[in-house]
């Protein structure tokens, strides 16, 4: 059974750092590149970042460069995000997605509030 299980998320102020993990089981996660998409109260879900299989290539969203840096740990079947200077518009409910054409997985989200 495939399962991406997100954790990490919460209540932060502006400024702040938080660091999301996604644990992986029920596939082989190093040949997966992974992802983390966010959704927004009324707005479309966005990808925000993305890593290859072995974790050589990562790309990122315009809105997050510098400032949230996505790694993984194949030995640990564990994807990561870490979030720094965090902004009210970075508020959101966080996912992550496994990738391996064509199959798609998704966890069921961890919420980030980003709020004084």
């Known amino acids: 059974q495939v399962q991406l299980v997100e954790s990490g998320g919460g209540l932060v102020q502006p400024g702040g750092s938080l660091r999301l993990s996604c644990a992986a089981s029920g596939f082989t996660f190093s040949l997966y590149a992974m992802s983390w998409y966010r959704q927004a109260p009324g707005k479309e879900r966005e990808q925000v970042a993305t890593i290859s299989s072995l974790g050589t290539i990562t790309k990122y969203a315009d809105s997050v460069k510098g400032r949230f840096t996505i790694s993984r740990d194949n ?5 990561y995000l870490q979030m720094n200077n965090l902004k009210p518009e970075d508020t959101a409910v966080y996912y992550c997605k496994g990738s391996n054409r064509p199959y798609d997985y998704w966890g069921q989200g961890t919420r980030v509030t980003v709020s004084s």
Request: no cysteine; proline share 0%.
């Open 75 to 79: 030995a640990k079947n564990t994807l």
